[in-house]
């Protein structure tokens, strides 16, 4: 079965910092990976997406990620953070098999310090 | 482009109580997903529609159920509501042959029982 697990459930940097939100999958075919960001009282805004091909995403906001097959992961990162960025981020895997579902990990709260 | 939308935003019932969630995809398109995202745990897959027919359910109970009209709005009901229940439901969709499965979602409805 597929599965996600973000590193992390709080990460604290400061403005102009490096963002750094790790995210490990689980998946014996090619996954397709997500993230997304979710600021409070408000639903799921995805941020970038990793199908095929590239395997450096840029996504919104500044965002990037890149999908690791040896490692079986897919950071997010931002070069420099601002505090507009404090908000939760949850990683993704589409379900193989056409069953519909995304299959979430836990979240991580970003914290964005002054 | 309008986004997904829900209603109501805020639901309050009482334990025993049904509940009724709705949901309008972005136009075009014809899948419809629930989640729910309950403190503690995380979001977890509940109903995929398609084409106004089930194609999926998470491991939920049967009082929770929907359905997808012809415009592929959808509704949930939860029934029976128990304590556990409370949570923000949040809607999302899809193209019908999604693909890499990009799901767009709406802003939720929270549901509180006491």
């Known amino acids: 079965a597929q599965s996600v697990t973000q590193l992390g459930s709080h990460v604290s940097v400061s403005e102009g910092a490096l963002v750094l939100l790790r995210c490990n999958y689980s998946?014996?075919?090619?996954?397709?990976l997500f993230w997304y960001v979710q600021y409070p009282n408000q639903g799921l805004q995805l941020l970038l997406k990793y199908t095929t091909g590239a395997t450096l995403v840029k996504g919104i906001n500044g965002f990037e990620a890149e999908f690791k097959k040896s490692e079986t992961s897919f950071h997010l990162t931002k070069p420099s953070a601002h505090m507009s960025d404090a908000a939760e981020y949850f990683c993704?895997?589409?379900?193989?098999?056409?069953?519909?579902?995304?299959?979430f990990g836990q979240g991580t709260t970003l914290q964005v310090k002054p | 482009e309008a986004g997904v939308t829900q209603s109501p935003t805020h639901l309050i019932k009482t334990r025993g109580q049904q509940a009724t969630l709705r949901c309008s995809p972005i136009s075009g398109h014809t899948s419809v997903y629930w989640y729910q995202q309950a403190l503690g745990l995380g979001l977890q897959f509940l109903l995929w529609y398609d084409e106004g027919e089930e194609r999926n359910r998470g491991n939920f109970p049967p009082r929770f159920s929907g359905r997808q009209f012809p415009n592929y709005s959808s509704e949930l009901n939860v029934n029976a509501l128990e304590l556990e229940d409370s949570a923000l439901y949040l809607c999302a969709s899809s193209l019908a042959t999604p693909g890499d499965n990009e799901q767009f979602f709406g802003p939720g409805t929270r549901l509180t029982v006491l």
């Open positions: 993704a895997v589409s379900d193989w098999g056409n069953t519909g579902k995304l299959i």
């Open positions: 998946s014996s075919v090619p996954p397709y």
